[in-house]
């Protein structure tokens, strides 16, 4: 009733969307390797745009800034470079939204 599979798959897609256009700043920390079903989406940190090395030191950084600024995330990984999302499905698009607005601000290199 509740359609919860659907809401999972449409979070998913929300969150790839962002994270492509997370990838495409060049003025953010740069990431890739986005993968993992529905709502629950993993990346990585790399070293440089355009490289597969990964950054698990920016990683670290990342997770502390996001919840300095309010903002859960989960590292994970191997070598601890990647971030881990995941959300309620109830969670409302705007603060989805802002979640987002959250990681972006986390991304920016200081």
Do not use: W
């Amino acid at each position: 009733q509740e359609k919860l599979l659907e809401r999972a798959e449409a979070l998913g897609q929300a969150t790839r969307r962002h994270l492509a256009a997370f990838a495409a700043d060049r003025t953010l920390r740069p990431i890739g390797h986005v993968r993992g079903p529905g709502a629950m989406v993993a990346f990585d940190l790399l070293k440089a745009h355009g490289s597969d090395e990964l950054d698990p030191a920016a990683a670290q950084g990342v997770v502390k800034r996001a919840h300095a600024l309010g903002l859960v995330v989960l590292g994970c990984g191997n070598y601890g470079e990647a971030i881990r999302l995941l959300y309620p499905l109830t969670i409302s698009d705007a603060v989805l939204d802002e979640g987002f607005a959250l990681l972006r601000e986390a991304l920016r290199p200081v």
